[in-house]
């Protein structure tokens, strides 16, 4: 679950979430649609590719968060574990989003 994206926080109720399975699977929610692709993991190394979403139209502001959020797993080269969070980090290692456990 997204809990910050590019340092702007994110909207209460929305629900951004990633979610990686074996052979890099990729399910999860931009905020307003559900989200599909490919992750390639190797090492803390990782990129997102062909990710594809829904098409429902939601707030703008939910369009935005999903926008960005999505523009960040675009971006994203690595990762680190750090505490209860998981970090994305884009190439030049700012940080993109901060994840914690869905529950």
Do not use: H, W
Request: charged content about 20%.
């Amino acid at each position: 679950l997204a809990e910050d994206i590019k340092g702007g926080g994110v909207i209460d109720n929305a629900q951004s979430t990633v979610s990686i399975a074996a052979g890099g699977k990729v399910t999860g929610s931009g905020g307003c649609n559900r989200m599909f692709g490919t992750a390639t993991i190797a090492g803390d190394a990782l990129t997102f590719g062909g990710i594809g979403t829904t098409r429902m139209a939601c707030a703008p502001a939910l369009m935005d968060q999903e926008q960005k959020f999505l523009g960040a797993l675009a971006a994203t080269r690595t990762f680190r574990f750090d505490g209860p969070y998981l970090k994305f980090y884009d190439a030049g290692g700012g940080e993109l989003v901060r994840f914690t456990e869905l529950r």
